[in-house]
């Protein structure tokens, strides 16, 4: 708490942050921006009441980390807000009430979406697979029951290049979304039981299609239950090095398509020319989105903002999509794939958005 706090006093008002802010560019107001979040934060912390609005603020940031990016001072924002969140869930101001809506679902169905867990693997190819291996392939949420597509595409092109690994027939949820809200108690307790359940299955590594989990698993199991000893990747990483040295498995499917870089694998962790070397194995010329690589625009479905705020959430996916020249976007997270096509439907665009593997299958075939 106290390097929160002292990073909150080295803000300097410079305003940077203001411009690149998704929030603040669809709403205008400074109370959305992270330099006014920053302050929210610090009243909260000197234990000032906060009107409901201020709260409001501080969850309906994407955490894209955009400001983060751009802050002379490299102050933590993100983090900052995360704290808040916190510290407004101790006090029984949050999470909000569609926050908790989608709490009980997950503790009551184990996923984010309310899915059936009976149809969690309707998507899957054939039987289930009773295969044992050191290396789970964790679904997620959303692919599993929204994304279907990006599950069944990382499913097979791993299989045809030979990755051993297992899957869960009940997976059940990350708990991103327990995190996210604040209710770090709660997510505590969730995690400490999937980690458990790792162990005893003696996984060693997991692979997610999905940037919710892959930052779950990562940095906020770490964050509540100190160092775990499983290896946490991407599919985008682990493609590119089954593909690596012999891209000629892949055939040309001879697409133009615009690759959408999303926050936490771009700008989180710097996976930009992975995906765009796979695509062009596969034959796709990938068109640039004016903002790109770790200055891209955010689909503005993040940190647990569009099941709270979706009017919101949709204007900075539609915003983001404009810049798009082709019809074609690619992205390599199911939420962005989710949330965007939503937006081009909604606002009627004209956009279609697939997830990265359903092009390595498409050449792999």
């Known amino acids: 708490m106290k390097t929160i706090l002292e990073e909150i006093k080295s803000c300097t008002d410079c305003g940077l942050c203001v411009e690149v802010c998704p929030t603040y560019s669809i709403t205008g107001e400074d109370l959305f921006s992270p330099m006014q ?4 934060a610090g009243w909260l912390f000197d234990g000032e009441a906060l009107e409901p609005r201020l709260a409001e603020s501080l969850y309906n940031c994407p955490k894209c980390m955009q400001c983060e990016m751009i802050c002379p001072e490299k102050i933590r924002i993100t983090r900052v807000i995360h704290s808040a969140r916190e510290e407004l869930a101790r006090r029984g101001l949050g999470p909000l009430e569609r926050h908790n809506s989608v709490i009980k679902g997950i503790m ?17 190819p054939g039987e289930f697979p009773k295969h044992e291996s050191d290396t789970l392939l964790y679904l997620g949420c959303l692919p599993s029951f929204l994304v279907k597509d990006a599950a069944a595409s990382t499913y097979l092109a791993l299989k045809k290049l030979d990755l051993d690994f297992m899957i869960l027939e009940d997976e059940g949820c990350c708990g991103t979304y327990l995190y996210e809200s604040g209710k770090t108690d709660l ?14 299955l003696g996984i060693k ?8 989990c892959l930052k779950c698993f990562k940095y906020f199991y770490p964050d509540l239950l100190g160092e775990i000893d499983i290896a946490v990747h991407h599919a985008v990483e682990v493609i590119y090095d089954l593909l690596k040295d012999n891209p000629s498995v892949l055939k040309k499917i001879e697409r133009t398509a615009v690759y959408q870089d999303a926050c936490r694998l771009g ?3 710097g996976i930009t020319e992975e995906p765009r070397r796979i695509l062009d194995w596969c034959g796709l010329e990938v068109k640039e989105l004016k903002n790109n690589r770790e200055d891209a625009l955010c689909c503005g479905a993040g940190g647990g903002i569009r099941s709270v705020y979706r009017d919101l959430s949709l204007k900075i996916a539609a915003g983001m999509l404009r810049e798009a020249e082709t019809k074609s976007v690619i992205s390599a997270c199911p939420f962005c794939v989710f949330n965007l096509n939503y937006a081009s439907a909604k606002m009627k665009l004209g956009k279609n958005i697939k997830y990265f593997a359903e092009f390595v299958l498409e050449s792999l075939e």
């Open 37 to 40: 979040r920053l302050k929210t």
């Open 267 to 269: 700008r989180g962790e």
């Open 205 to 212: 590594r997991i692979v997610v299609p999905c940037n919710g």
């Open 187 to 200: 997510a505590g307790e969730f995690f400490e039981k999937n980690l458990e359940r790792f162990r005893a």
């Open 108 to 124: 009551r169905k184990g996923n984010a979406v309310n899915g059936d867990p009976s149809k969690r693997l309707e998507w899957l």
